[in-house]
């Protein structure tokens, strides 16, 4: 079992007038999963996202399919 802590960041495109999400990549490797939060609600819930779905959302967001 891991302690490590999540490092949220955001991305840099989100300059939107806080509509975005943060995620925590530094837990891909330890835990397999990259968490993923709305960044106007920090204390809010998480969504644990397995690292291969995570990756293939990226994929298809940066393929324009999303």
Do not use: H
Not at 21 to 48: C, I, M, Q
Not at 50 to 55: N, Q
């Amino acid at each position: 079992m891991t302690t490590e802590s999540p490092r949220w960041f955001t991305s840099s495109y989100s300059s939107n007038g806080g509509n975005c999400v943060e995620v925590a990549a530094n837990l891909a490797v330890s835990r397999g999963v990259v968490p993923v939060r709305d960044s106007k609600s920090t204390d809010g819930p998480v969504l644990d996202i397995p690292v291969r779905s995570f990756a293939c959302f990226v994929a298809g967001v940066k393929a324009g399919q999303l």
